[in-house]
């Protein structure tokens, strides 16, 4: 292969974050687990440990997980608006305890956050949906914006569709930009590229993976499901801002709806449990995703997915994923060199 077909995958984010490709694990809340994200990194990806609303011990353990598994470089994600405030306060203190040298932060943009963590020595990574976000995320501080497209799984901040939404913010910052929103192709890591983006950000592609933590009936719908199968919805909101919307696999809950519904106001749902994790209830209409060890009515709960679904096909190694989009984007650079 050509040096310069090796490298054509090299950008300003590899040597930032220390990985050999572009493609970030997303921080997925009980998805990205220690396993995940070890394997995305150890195969040259750059991983993100999903920890929103997590206990510190928890965070520990995580940590420590990654870290005897690999000495590559990772991130942990943790949502400064979506956490009660002394859970953040202790989970950051927590990561820089540990020496964590990384976070990925999400939703709004809390410039205090931001500006604690990179005094003391962290990058930052900030997903924003907006360019006016993205500009506040780089005026706080933040080192790599992740702009997030409104075809992306689980929470959704973006509006537009991925590629325009990173065109704008490429115009509107000079950190380096990742693309995020319904990606996990080759074609999708070439496009994000030649764009002038610095990689892509995956979450649906790593659910069905066999590292994630999430339970097989989801990983078995997000390989079953299209794109057109998902469905852009604020009816999952428990634990979240009123109006926070996600996409998910259409299921009983959202066709009972009748669509998508927006303006559900978590004050006025029912608390109704229909699944566990051991004894930790789940309810309907949390934002909880099915796991490894949840047991009840799995099919009723948010089936995180995007509407890159489709290009999903099967349950693979994580490491295999990765190459798989990396490889196809090689192949598409070269061919257009």
């Given at each position: 292969?050509?040096?310069?077909?090796?490298?054509?995958?090299?950008?300003?984010?590899?040597?930032?974050?220390?990985?050999?490709?572009?493609?970030?694990?997303?921080?997925?809340?009980?998805?990205?687990?220690?396993?995940?994200?070890?394997?995305?990194?150890?195969?040259?990806?750059?991983?993100?440990?999903?920890?929103?609303?997590?206990?510190p011990a928890l965070i520990a353990e995580e940590v420590a997980g990654v870290r005897g598994a690999t000495d590559r470089p990772f991130a942990v994600n943790v949502i400064p608006s979506a956490t009660e405030p002394g859970l953040l306060d202790a989970q950051i203190?927590?990561?820089?305890?540990?020496?964590?040298?990384?976070?990925?932060?999400?939703?709004?943009?809390?410039?205090?956050?931001?500006?604690?963590?990179?005094?003391?020595?962290?990058?930052?990574?900030?997903?924003?949906?907006?360019?006016?976000?993205?500009?506040?995320?780089?005026?706080?501080?933040?080192?790599?914006?992740?702009?997030?497209?409104?075809?992306?799984?689980?929470?959704?901040?973006?509006?537009?569709?991925?590629?325009?939404?990173?065109?704008?913010?490429?115009?509107?910052?000079?950190?380096?930009?990742?693309?995020?929103?319904?990606?996990?192709?080759?074609?999708?890591?070439?496009?994000?590229?030649?764009?002038?983006?610095?990689?892509?950000?995956?979450?649906?592609?790593?659910?069905?993976?066999?590292?994630?933590?999430?339970?097989?009936?989801?990983?078995?719908?997000?390989?079953?499901?299209?794109?057109?199968?998902?469905?852009?919805?604020?009816?999952?909101?428990?634990?979240?801002?009123?109006?926070?919307?996600?996409?998910?696999?259409?299921?009983?809950?959202?066709?009972?709806?009748?669509?998508?519904?927006?303006?559900?106001?978590?004050?006025?749902?029912?608390?109704?449990?229909?699944?566990?994790?051991?004894?930790?209830?789940?309810?309907?209409?949390?934002?909880?995703?099915?796991?490894?060890?949840?047991?009840?009515?799995?099919?009723?709960?948010?089936?995180?997915?995007?509407?890159?679904?489709?290009?999903?096909?099967?349950?693979?190694?994580?490491?295999?994923?990765?190459?798989?989009?990396?490889?196809?984007?090689?192949?598409?650079?070269?061919?257009?060199?």
């Amino acid at each position: 292969m050509a040096e310069n077909t090796r490298n054509a995958l090299h950008t300003p984010v590899c040597d930032l974050l220390g990985c050999e490709v572009p493609v970030l694990l997303a921080g997925m809340g009980g998805v990205s687990h220690w396993e995940l994200v070890a394997a995305v990194a150890k195969a040259g990806g750059y991983g993100i440990l999903g920890m929103v609303r997590e206990s510190p011990a928890l965070i520990a353990e995580e940590v420590a997980g990654v870290r005897g598994a690999t000495d590559r470089p990772f991130a942990v994600n943790v949502i400064p608006s979506a956490t009660e405030p002394g859970l953040l306060d202790a989970q950051i203190g927590c990561c820089l305890d540990l020496g964590v040298t990384a976070f990925s932060f999400f939703w709004d943009v809390m410039p205090d956050v931001v500006a604690r963590v990179k005094r003391a020595g962290c990058l930052v990574l900030h997903q924003v949906g907006t360019v006016d976000a993205a500009r506040m995320a780089e005026d706080a501080g933040s080192d790599v914006i992740i702009a997030q497209g409104v075809g992306a799984g689980g929470h959704v901040h973006g509006r537009q569709p991925v590629f325009e939404l990173t065109e704008e913010v490429l115009n509107a910052v000079s950190a380096p930009v990742v693309a995020s929103g319904g990606l996990g192709t080759g074609a999708d890591l070439a496009r994000a590229l030649s764009m002038g983006a610095a990689g892509i950000h995956c979450g649906t592609a790593f659910i069905a993976t066999a590292e994630s933590f999430a339970h097989p009936y989801h990983k078995t719908r997000v390989v079953e499901a299209t794109g057109a199968d998902t469905v852009l919805t604020d009816v999952f909101v428990l634990n979240w801002p009123k109006g926070a919307a996600v996409r998910v696999i259409d299921n009983s809950v959202t066709k009972a709806l009748g669509g998508a519904y927006l303006g559900h106001d978590p004050d006025t749902l029912p608390r109704e449990a229909i699944a566990w994790d051991g004894d930790q209830p789940r309810l309907r209409f949390s934002t909880d995703s099915p796991l490894r060890t949840t047991t009840g009515d799995l099919e009723a709960m948010a089936l995180y997915a995007g509407e890159g679904a489709g290009a999903i096909d099967a349950v693979i190694p994580a490491a295999d994923r990765v190459a798989a989009i990396a490889e196809g984007a090689r192949r598409i650079l070269a061919s257009t060199s």
